[in-house]
């Protein structure tokens, strides 16, 4: 199995998460969120991130709106719906579950 391959689908997994997170904080636009991931050290290409933002629009999890910029175009900024704040509730305390469950098996491992 290739480690790279099997990183990748774990950050597919939980770039959803990761968008909830990020704009439970504050409303941003897909360039500040893209920013905000890679400074996370989760690399998003635009590609990606533009049809998940629209998947979650769809599903009710996220909104938008228009605003001007002073330094260029008018910008869509994404804002969690109360839906959204729901859903990623259950995104925590269902990271929270296997993440104790990871670091549990991690550490029976490491003391055998």
């Not at 439970?24 to 533009?50: F, Q």
């Not at 729901?86 to 990871?102: I, P, R, Y």
């Amino acid at each position: 199995m290739n480690i790279d391959n099997l990183k990748s689908q774990m950050r597919k997994g939980m770039l959803e998460f990761c968008v909830l997170l990020l704009l439970s904080r504050r409303d941003a636009y897909a360039s500040e969120i893209i920013t905000e991931m890679k400074e996370a050290h989760l690399i998003v290409m635009e590609g990606t991130l533009y049809p998940l933002l629209t998947r979650l629009k769809n599903d009710g999890l996220l909104a938008y709106r228009w605003e001007e910029s002073t330094s260029g175009p008018p910008r869509k900024y994404y804002t969690i719906t109360p839906n959204g704040t729901e859903f990623l509730e259950q995104l925590k305390n269902s990271w929270e579950e296997m993440s104790l469950t990871v670091t549990h098996l991690i550490n029976k491992s490491q003391s055998i």
